[in-house]
T-cell receptor, first 115, second 114 residues
């Protein structure tokens, strides 16, 4: 079984400051990891994904994440946030052993960028 | 075209009504999903269709009835819903049979049951 933990339910940060949103996962097998963003009253948009290869993954809107197998983490970072980054961020894991494309989502982190 | 469309955007229905939610994609994806999302919660998987066949039903009550008429279309038929079924219903699709697993989400249908 796999699960995803996002320890921070809310993260306030000032505009142009750096931010890190934490994600830890548990799985006994290889996983694929994703970060999705959800703007108010909208669906989910993929920010970035880790499938294999380089552990540093760059995504859209200046976000990046680092896969750390020993710490079972996949934290999301941005060096300088904008007001428009205010949204809900979900970390998700997909188990590549089952053959299914099911995603297991974390509980989400609400990022609020303060002017 | 990397878009998943959902109609309607908003739906208000009474507990005795019958309504349907519609989802469409033209990316050639053969896996399609229905999720339910309550406020301030992550999406919860309801159903998965693979090659137009229902492959996963996450113990969803029978008042929700999914249908996949063809590879591009996914419906969710609603009947005798309860107020606690009010939520954002998200549709998603992905390629089937490969290991990428990326799901593309639609904008959702905001459902209110009165």
């Amino acid at each position: 079984a796999q699960s995803v933990t996002q320890l921070d339910s809310q993260v306030p940060v000032f505009e142009e400051a750096p931010v890190e949103l934490r994600c830890n996962y548990s799985s006994s097998v290889s996983v694929y990891l994703f970060w999705y963003v959800q703007y108010p009253n909208q669906g989910l948009q993929l920010l970035l994904k880790y499938l294999s290869g380089s552990t540093l993954v760059k995504g859209i809107n200046g976000f990046e994440a680092e896969f750390n197998k020993s710490q079972t983490s996949f934290h999301l970072r941005k060096p300088s946030v904008h007001i428009s980054d205010t949204a809900e961020y979900f970390c998700a894991v997909r188990n590549d052993q089952t053959g299914a494309n099911n995603l297991f989502f974390g509980t989400g982190t609400r990022l609020t960028v303060i002017p | 075209d990397t878009e998943v469309t959902q109609t309607p955007k908003h739906l208000v229905m009474g507990m005795t009504n019958k309504k349907s939610l519609k989802c469409e994609q033209h990316m050639g994806h053969r896996a399609m999903y229905w999720y339910k999302q309550k406020a301030k919660k992550p999406p919860e998987l309801m159903f998965v269709y693979s090659y137009e066949k229902l492959s996963i039903n996450e113990s969803v009550p029978s008042r929700f009835s999914p249908e996949c008429p063809n590879s591009s279309l996914l419906n969710l038929h609603l009947h005798a819903l309860q107020p606690e079924d009010s939520a954002l219903y998200l549709c998603a699709s992905s390629q089937q049979g490969d290991s990428l697993g990326e799901q593309y989400f639609g904008p959702g249908t905001r459902l209110t049951v009165t």
